[in-house]
């Protein structure tokens, strides 16, 4: 079983920094994709950002191109969401999930492993 935990959630100014984390225990993730969803009050969760098992491949929704970036530490079993320049439209429950393939995805219902989320709140 495989199980995620992320951190790195909390309060910032708009335009501020955060750096989430991404930690796996149990059977680890390897070099499998992992993703990055997100959801908003009274929204559904949405794609942020993936990486494929070996970093090479790593697709962004458009509202956070440029703006976040997603890393992996395979030595680690961590996967890290660095989001720079943040809105308060960026204000969300952030997750973290896994597949069991090396190819990175977009879709919600790729992922197998979910964790518990980490909340991100940006004051404007």
């Known amino acids: 079983q495989v199980q995620l935990v992320e951190s790195g959630g909390g309060l910032v100014q708009a335009g501020g920094s955060l750096k989430l984390s991404c930690a796996t225990s149990?059977?680890?993730?390897?070099?499998?994709?992992v993703g990055w969803f997100r959801q908003a009050p009274g929204k559904e969760r949405e794609f942020v950002a993936a990486?494929?098992?070996?970093?090479?491949?790593?697709p962004y929704a458009d509202s956070v191109k440029g703006r976040f970036t997603i890393s992996r530490d395979n030595a680690k079993n961590t996967v890290y969401l660095q989001m720079d320049s943040l809105k308060p439209e960026d204000t969300a429950v952030y997750y973290c999930?896994?597949?069991?393939?090396?190819?990175?995805?977009?879709?919600?219902?790729?992922?197998?492993?979910w964790g518990q989320g980490t909340q991100v709140t940006v004051s404007s």
């Open positions: 999930a896994g597949r069991g393939s090396i190819s990175a995805r977009t879709e919600l219902s790729d992922y197998t492993y």
């Open positions: 149990g059977r680890t993730l390897g070099t499998n994709a």
């Open positions: 990486i494929s098992g070996r970093g090479i491949t790593t």
